[in-house]
């Protein structure tokens, strides 16, 4: 499992991500989706998650539904219009950080 | 899957609720999440309270509470990078204008005043305000706060008080005693018992309040800072001296001694009465019922650096204006006819306090009988 501080500067990043390409999610289920696409390797902390979800709609990049959900209401969260081009330009952004990342750490693959 | 009943449902809300999570938006994300954690962990043989709470601590590292701290953080902190870049900016320009200010002040250089007027009201009304909105944030407890506020305040307070001490501007010493009423009566018994409470900031708490104190002490110390009583009590002696010689000369009859020119005689009584009169306007000014004129006189020599200057006095509609004019050309007219130059300026008088007008104005009366005995 990576430290929280990696986690914390990416969270934005795999949320919008996720969201983007998936319709619309609850909190738990992207937890779980994440944990499961890396293989438990990334683990969003609630206490990290539900408040960028909430700043995040605050800025109106994302937009909440409320379903019942047998006995209680689950709030899904979705990509506004807006927020879908944020999206793009985060993961944009983090993929040109991680190009420069690899050359500045000297990571790349050697040949032969 | 385990099926929550409607009484756990409520259960875990409202422990939620108790443990300080106020946001209904995040009480419902939270509830949620909690409900799919235990529909899936649970089994119906363990005690469902008991595995609540087994649960419950990885939501959070400390309290629960952190969740809404940090949602109400990002929330409100929308600007909050926007913001701390201002107070940064402001901060620094600020510091470093108050020193170059402070470099020009000493070198007498010109623009020192502007430099003085931009920095502090930066500093007072930019930086210390952003600084402490991004502070209180921060803070959980209201007793944190309010010091914080009243630090603030008297940060604010006190720098524009010094300014204007600086610059001589009126309420100065006003503004100077409720900055350090502030200082001694609101933040340092709120900062000195909320932190003498808690064992872990006790120690710190002592020796801050010590050395706020002995700063506070300092700056109360300098309220009153102007010349010594012996530069005081020299200065009015030479004052003194100055009108004791003119008196003099005002009651010896000139004609006694030299052959005079019989209009310089008449001209310099004229323009010695108009001043005489100017004085007397400018002492009653101050002088609560005009009677007690001596006193008056006496108390306004005395004082100097620390007294404002009068400048409305002089003002276009002020009492003084037209007198001082008129006093302007008669000196000049005086001059021509003695042949001499008086080298005195109606505008040198203008900017200046009140002592150094009354002391300015004893100076020319000198000078004119000296010049009305002299010449021949």
Same mark, same amino acid.
């Given at each position: 499992?990576?430290?929280?501080?990696?986690?914390?500067?990416?969270?934005?990043?795999?949320?919008?991500?996720? #969201? /983007?390409?998936?319709?619309?999610?609850? $909190?738990?289920? *992207?937890?779980?989706?994440?944990?499961?696409?890396?293989? =438990? @390797?990334?683990?969003?902390?609630?206490?990290?998650?539900?408040?960028?979800?909430?700043?995040?709609?605050?800025?109106?990049? #994302? /937009?909440?539904?409320?379903?019942?959900? $047998?006995?209680? *209401?689950?709030?899904?969260?979705?990509?506004?219009?807006? =927020? @879908?081009?944020?999206?793009?330009?985060?993961?944009?952004?983090?993929?040109?950080?991680?190009?420069?990342?690899?050359?500045? #750490?000297?990571?790349?693959?050697?040949?032969? | 899957?385990?099926?929550?009943?409607?009484?756990?449902?409520?259960?875990?809300?409202?422990?939620?609720?108790?443990?300080?999570?106020?946001?209904?938006?995040?009480?419902?994300?939270?509830?949620?999440?909690?409900?799919?954690?235990?529909?899936?962990?649970?089994?119906?043989?363990?005690?469902?309270?008991?595995?609540?709470?087994?649960?419950?601590?990885?939501?959070?590292?400390?309290?629960?509470?952190?969740?809404?701290?940090?949602?109400?953080?990002?929330?409100?902190?929308?600007?909050?990078?926007?913001?701390?870049?201002?107070?940064?900016?402001?901060?620094?320009?600020?510091?470093?204008?108050?020193?170059?200010?402070?470099?020009?002040?000493?070198?007498?250089?010109?623009?020192?005043?502007?430099?003085?007027?931009?920095?502090?009201?930066?500093?007072?009304?930019?930086?210390?305000?952003?600084?402490?909105?991004?502070?209180?944030?921060?803070?959980?407890?209201?007793?944190?706060?309010?010091?914080?506020?009243?630090?603030?305040?008297?940060?604010?307070?006190?720098?524009?008080?010094?300014?204007?001490?600086?610059?001589?501007?009126?309420?100065?010493?006003?503004?100077?005693?409720?900055?350090?009423?502030?200082?001694?009566?609101?933040?340092?018994?709120?900062?000195?018992?909320?932190?003498?409470?808690?064992?872990?900031?006790?120690?710190?708490?002592?020796?801050?309040?010590?050395?706020?104190?002995?700063?506070?002490?300092?700056?109360?110390?300098?309220?009153?800072?102007?010349?010594?009583?012996?530069?005081?009590?020299?200065?009015?002696?030479?004052?003194?001296?100055?009108?004791?010689?003119?008196?003099?000369?005002?009651?010896?009859?000139?004609?006694?001694?030299?052959?005079?020119?019989?209009?310089?005689?008449?001209?310099?009584?004229?323009?010695?009465?108009?001043?005489?009169?100017?004085?007397?306007?400018?002492?009653?000014?101050?002088?609560?019922?005009?009677?007690?004129?001596?006193?008056?006189?006496?108390?306004?020599?005395?004082?100097?650096?620390?007294?404002?200057?009068?400048?409305?006095?002089?003002?276009?509609?002020?009492?003084?204006?037209?007198?001082?004019?008129?006093?302007?050309?008669?000196?000049?007219?005086?001059?021509?006819?003695?042949?001499?130059?008086?080298?005195?300026?109606?505008?040198?008088?203008?900017?200046?306090?009140?002592?150094?007008?009354?002391?300015?104005?004893?100076?020319?009366?000198?000078?004119?009988?000296?010049?009305?005995?002299?010449?021949?």
């Amino acid at each position: 499992m990576y430290s929280s501080e990696l986690i914390k500067g990416t969270l934005k990043t795999i949320i919008l991500k996720l #969201l /983007s390409d998936n319709d619309k999610m609850y $909190g738990y289920e *992207i937890t779980h989706k994440v944990k499961e696409l890396t293989g =438990g @390797k990334i683990q969003l902390t609630e206490g990290a998650l539900y408040p960028t979800l909430h700043a995040l709609e605050a800025q109106g990049i #994302l /937009s909440t539904d409320v379903v019942n959900v $047998g006995n209680r *209401i689950r709030k899904y969260y979705s990509v506004t219009p807006n =927020g @879908k081009k944020v999206a793009t330009e985060k993961v944009n952004e983090f993929s040109e950080f991680l190009d420069t990342m690899i050359f500045l #750490l000297d990571l790349q693959p050697k040949l032969g | 899957m385990y099926v929550l009943t409607d009484e756990q449902i409520a259960f875990i809300r409202n422990d939620i609720r108790r443990n300080g999570i106020e946001l209904e938006e995040l009480q419902l994300d939270l509830l949620d999440h909690i409900c799919c954690v235990i529909e899936t962990e649970y089994t119906a043989e363990n005690n469902f309270e008991a595995f609540y709470r087994s649960i419950l601590p990885r939501f959070y590292k400390r309290s629960l509470r952190e969740i809404e701290e940090e949602t109400h953080l990002l929330l409100t902190f929308k600007n909050y990078y926007a913001m701390k870049k201002i107070m940064i900016i402001s901060g620094t320009f600020s510091a470093f204008t108050v020193l170059i200010g402070s470099l020009f002040k000493v070198m007498h250089w010109p623009g020192a005043a502007m430099l003085f007027v931009l920095a502090i009201a930066l500093f007072s009304f930019v930086f210390l305000p952003i600084l402490s909105v991004i502070r209180i944030k921060e803070q959980t407890k209201t007793k944190d706060k309010i010091v914080i506020i009243a630090a603030a305040i008297f940060g604010s307070a006190i720098s524009l008080a010094i300014l204007f001490k600086v610059m001589h501007w009126p309420f100065a010493n006003i503004l100077w005693t409720i900055s350090l009423g502030i200082l001694f009566f609101l933040f340092l018994p709120i900062y000195f018992f909320g932190g003498i409470r808690n064992p872990e900031t006790k120690t710190n708490t002592i020796v801050s309040s010590i050395l706020i104190l002995i700063a506070g002490g300092l700056l109360f110390l300098i309220t009153n800072l102007r010349g010594s009583h012996a530069f005081d009590e020299a200065i009015v002696n030479a004052d003194q001296q100055i009108v004791e010689n003119y008196q003099l000369l005002s009651q010896k009859n000139p004609s006694d001694t030299v052959a005079i020119h019989p209009t310089i005689n008449e001209k310099a009584t004229e323009l010695c009465a108009l001043i005489e009169t100017l004085k007397v306007k400018l002492t009653s000014s101050v002088s609560n019922d005009g009677k007690d004129m001596k006193e008056a006189t006496a108390v306004l020599l005395k004082g100097h650096l620390t007294e404002p200057i009068q400048t409305q006095l002089f003002d276009k509609n002020g009492i003084a204006s037209a007198r001082l004019k008129t006093i302007q050309l008669n000196v000049k007219a005086f001059e021509k006819l003695a042949n001499t130059k008086i080298n005195w300026n109606a505008q040198q008088v203008k900017d200046l306090p009140l002592s150094y007008v009354l002391r300015n104005l004893n100076l020319l009366l000198l000078r004119i009988r000296i010049l009305q005995h002299t010449n021949h």
